[in-house]
């Protein structure tokens, strides 16, 4: 009878000392791994980072950091399980919509590494730009029939392109009925504008409908 209250108590303290260490394990295995949007100082990096959320505080492992584009400060080192917790990271600061799943970073430029922006990086040199002449006529005409009367509208657009600018030109034409009354034929200038780009200039020159000349020299941005 001893024995087995012996052995009955044996089996009682290793129950309640399972029960008592399993919060401690389910503790460490509360984080949470997050996918997240991430969008740094109000522009999205069109990038997604793998994040730990353990407790209220997002982790991540130093090369996920340096993928996302951040630098790390040499102050700053992993824990024992090799991430870092962002709210560690000097100058940084961050929020977390768990609804849209997207991560917004605020961070210095000295937190932040340089990127390479190509126009097409999958090309191995630059494909020159070529000129050529041309021309374009683009118009709107409408026409009106009542009886024995017939009158009609128009409204051109002209433009000419080549390796010296851009002339652009455009014009109203009345039939029957226009600024000089029933059964005439007239025509309205309106503005004319000539473009140039040399370089790091441009130079724009127009002719208003009033005949006033106007000419303007700007800086490309």
Do not use: C
Not at 92 to 119: F, G, I, K
Not at 162 to 185: K, N, T
């Amino acid at each position: 009878m001893a024995r087995f209250a012996a052995v009955a108590m044996a089996i009682a303290s290793l129950t309640i000392a399972s029960l008592a260490a399993r919060p401690h394990r389910a503790a460490a295995s509360d984080d949470e791994t997050l996918l997240l949007a991430v969008v740094v100082n109000a522009y999205p990096s069109g990038k997604l980072g793998q994040f730990d959320l353990h407790g209220h505080a997002l982790r991540a492992r130093p090369r996920e950091l340096k993928a996302l584009g951040f630098r790390i400060p040499a102050s700053v080192h992993p824990g024992r399980d090799g991430r870092i917790a962002l709210a560690d990271i000097p100058g940084m600061s961050v929020r977390l919509n768990q609804a849209t799943q997207t991560l917004y970073v605020t961070a210095p430029d000295t937190l932040l590494r340089p990127a390479l922006l190509r126009a097409n990086p999958g090309s191995g040199s630059a494909v020159p730009v070529e000129s050529g002449l041309g021309a374009t006529v683009d118009y709107d005409i409408t026409g009106t029939f009542t009886g024995d009367e017939t009158v009609g509208a128009g409204q051109f657009d002209m433009r000419a392109f080549s390796p010296w600018g851009v002339l652009d030109s455009g014009l109203l034409a009345y039939a029957g009925d226009g600024p000089q009354g029933a059964g005439s034929l007239s025509t309205v200038r309106l503005d004319t504008t000539y473009m140039f780009s040399p370089g790091v200039w441009w130079i724009g020159l127009s002719l208003n409908r009033s005949g006033s000349f106007v000419h303007i020299l700007q800086m490309n941005s």
